[in-house]
T-cell receptor, first 109, second 115 residues
Framework: GENVEQHPSTLSVQEGDSAVIKCTYS??????FPWYKQELGKRPQLIID?????GEKKDQRIAVTLNKTAKHFSLHITETQPEDSAVYFC????????FGTGTRLLVSP | NAGVMQNPRHLVRRRGQEARLRCSPM?????VYWYRQLPEEGLKFMVY????????ESGMPKERFSAEFPKEGPSILRIQQVVRGDSAAYFC?????????????FGPGTRLLVL
């Protein structure tokens, strides 16, 4: 079945540094790759997504890159702030979302 | 524009009782997905429904769990004879659907605790 692997499981950075989270997927039919941010006790919130016909997408401090040949995609957060601290989930989708296991990002002031 | 609504937000049940979780999709959305999140874990797909149809239930346990999305009213996830291992957060998401994957927006979740 479909599988999405996500690394690292935890990531600690200093405020202002960049953070990179990487995911790989197994299902070559996947054509949509969203990233969700989940704060403690809250719902997952979409922060950025990318479709398979695009290699890179940027939204202010957040960017996502996709390599379809290698079946991996990455989230890049620049100039991190303490409020970026949360758990981040990648997902691959053909219809249903298959989630990665999450990355706990901690941004220290 | 109301987002995805779920109720109840918290549900406590004793072992053997039934749990009913409701999800109202965003206005204009006809596709509903249910996901389960165990403590400190990721989200696992359970079932994908359109109005009056189950499209994909590959993530649903074979016994005790059922889901529906009737023509009128919310989608319901029903868990019969709950056990402690059913304790989790259950999230539903909705999308507009269509030939290409659409963004899924999540509700606030129902946190089920089985005593």
């Amino acid at each position: 079945g479909e599988n999405v692997e996500q690394h690292p499981s935890t990531l600690s950075v200093q405020e202002g540094d960049s953070a990179v989270i990487k995911c790989t997927y197994s299902d070559s039919a996947s054509n949509y790759f969203p990233w969700y941010k989940q704060e403690l006790g809250k719902r997952p919130q979409l922060i950025i997504d990318i479709r398979s016909n695009v290699g890179e997408k940027k939204d202010q401090r957040i960017a996502v890159t996709l390599n379809k040949t290698a079946k991996h995609f990455s989230l890049h957060i620049t100039e991190t702030q303490p409020e970026d601290s949360a758990v981040y989930f990648c997902a691959g989708s053909f219809q249903k979302l298959v989630f990665g296991t999450g990355t706990r990002l901690l941004v220290s002031p | 524009n109301a987002g995805v609504m779920q109720n109840p937000r918290h549900l406590v049940r004793r072992r053997g009782q039934e749990a009913r979780l409701r999800c109202s999709p965003m206005k204009g959305h006809s596709h509903v997905y249910w996901y389960r999140q165990l403590p400190e874990e990721g989200l696992k797909f359970m079932v994908y429904l359109q109005k009056e149809n189950i499209i994909d239930e590959s993530g649903m346990p074979k016994e005790r769990f059922s889901a529906e999305f009737p023509k009128e009213g919310p989608s319901i996830l029903r868990i019969q004879q709950v056990v402690r291992g059913d304790s989790a957060a259950y999230f539903c998401a909705s999308s507009a659907g269509g030939p290409v994957p659409e963004t899924q927006y999540f509700g606030p979740g129902t946190r089920l605790l089985v005593l």
